[in-house]
């Protein structure tokens, strides 16, 4: 079976609050959780519904990739030129950057391009981080050699 892709979006198609407001964007679990963290954008300006915005580490492979080859290189093309790939991975919106675990350098550093794509002054953007337990490596997917 092949890791599942990310399906690129547009910054166009989110919400116009993130162009326009001050936005947060929150960690649902700690960083040290691994090469996926959940969270949330949010505008305490408004009374927008919350965005599910989830941060991938495009790099994880053990026991199997994350996701597909393709979509690894897109992240990486992306953050090489100064931009984060914007994509729906595993049903939500997920901001996916070169890596294997993020720390808060690596946050800030994808908010801020995520606060450049939708035409937003980093400044007006904030990130709220957990920190968490060191997680446990990835089980092995059911069916494969170990």
């Known amino acids: 079976m092949s890791p599942p892709p990310i399906v690129l979006v547009d910054p166009f198609d989110l919400p116009d609050w993130l162009g326009t407001g001050e936005v947060t964007w929150s960690a649902d679990a700690g960083l040290r959780t691994g090469h996926h963290v959940r969270g949330i954008l949010t505008s305490p300006d408004d009374d927008h519904h919350p965005l599910a915005c989830d941060l991938l580490a495009v790099d994880e492979a053990y026991p199997a990739p994350v996701t597909c080859d393709r979509s690894r290189a897109a992240a990486h093309q992306a953050w090489q030129h100064g931009q984060v790939l914007i994509g729906r991975y595993d049903d939500r919106l997920v901001l996916a950057v070169p890596g ?47």
Do not use: C, Y
């Open 100 to 146: 294997t675990a993020f720390g808060a350098d690596l946050v800030l550093d994808t908010v801020s391009r995520l606060a450049k794509a939708v035409g937003a002054a980093p400044e007006r953007f904030a990130a709220h981080l957990r920190i968490g337990s060191q997680a446990p490596r990835r089980a092995r997917p059911p069916g494969t050699a170990g």
